[in-house]
């Protein structure tokens, strides 16, 4: 299994495992677990964000590896128009995705949020997913790598 561009063999792995089932019974830790997952696959950042589907407001953001600039920034504006949200809502619960799959490069280098917010973190692709759905609530997770 790789981890920060090498190899974590089982028992990092085991650690990881064990660190999301921790957090679980204690969610005010998710933002530590987030940047262990995103550390392990070579990411430099990660969230874990609960939002409505109605009127996509963001009911828990989770995160590490965002400078609070950025933070405040997604939660006031970003979080809004996002277009990654709708997309891991219309892919559904289990399934990964990435920028490619949002939309392609040319639309994502004229989109407020690929354009100023991404940027800005000095990020590069990210791949994410919808964990689960309850009635109008969803929660997603990414992980973003380095822009190259």
Same mark, same amino acid.
């Given at each position: 299994m790789t981890g920060n561009g090498g190899t974590f063999d089982d028992d990092a792995f085991s650690a990881l495992v064990l660190a999301i089932y921790d957090t679980v019974l204690e969610p005010e830790h998710w933002g530590d677990t987030m940047g262990q997952v995103a550390c392990a696959v070579g990411g430099v950042a990660s969230t874990l964000q609960l939002d409505r589907l109605d009127d996509r407001s963001l009911v828990h953001f989770?995160?590490?590896? %965002? $400078?609070?600039?950025?933070?405040?920034?997604?939660? *006031?504006?970003?979080?809004?128009?996002?277009?990654?949200?709708?997309?891991?809502? %219309? $892919?559904?619960?289990?399934?990964?995705?990435?920028? *490619?799959?949002?939309?392609?490069a040319r639309e994502r280098a004229r989109h407020p949020y690929y354009a100023d917010f991404v940027r800005s973190c000095d990020w590069g692709p990210f791949l994410g997913g919808q964990l689960r759905v309850e009635g109008v609530q969803q929660t997603a997770f990414s992980v973003q790598f380095a822009r190259t």
């Open positions: 989770g995160q590490s590896g %965002m $400078a609070p600039e950025m933070i405040t920034a997604y939660q *006031d504006h970003y979080a809004a128009i996002n277009p990654r949200i709708p997309y891991v809502k %219309m $892919a559904g619960p289990g399934v990964i995705c990435d920028d *490619d799959q949002v939309m392609d």
